[in-house]
């Protein structure tokens, strides 16, 4: 099993940066794929980024493509998602996951472990 924590979000105003990390504890993070979410009050969880287990392969959402880039340090156990030229769209609770398939993924439910989320609050 592993647990999962978030950090790095905030209040930001548009064409801002922002780093967000996700912590894992367990000694196999780097058999996991990994991923980022985002969800907003009343719609479904949307899928950003993915990232293989050896970090050299990853997938992110058309909607952030060229914007976000999603990496992880394996030594460190911990993920991340670097936002740039952030938009007052890209505002939602964003959620770290695990899933022990190697497979990358856009679907939330092939996800086995979920964090607790950080919210990024963009303003125009």
């Known amino acids: 099993q592993v647990q999962l924590v978030e950090s790095g979000g905030g209040l930001v105003q548009a064409g801002a940066s922002l780093r967000l990390s996700c912590a894992a504890s367990?000694?196999?993070?780097?058999?996991?794929?990994m991923g980022w979410f985002r969800q907003a009050p009343g719609k479904e969880r949307e899928f950003v980024a993915a990232?293989?287990?050896?970090?050299?392969?990853?997938l992110h959402a058309d909607s952030v493509k060229g914007r976000f880039t999603i990496s992880r340090d394996n030594a460190k156990n911990t993920m991340y998602l670097q936002m740039n030229s952030l938009k007052p769209e890209d505002t939602d609770v964003y959620y770290c996951a695990a899933d022990r398939s190697s497979l990358l993924t856009k679907s939330h439910v092939r996800y086995d472990y979920w964090g607790q989320g950080t919210q990024v609050t963009v303003s125009s």
């Open positions: 367990g000694r196999t993070f780097d058999t996991y794929t």
């Open positions: 990232i293989s287990p050896s970090g050299r392969v990853t």
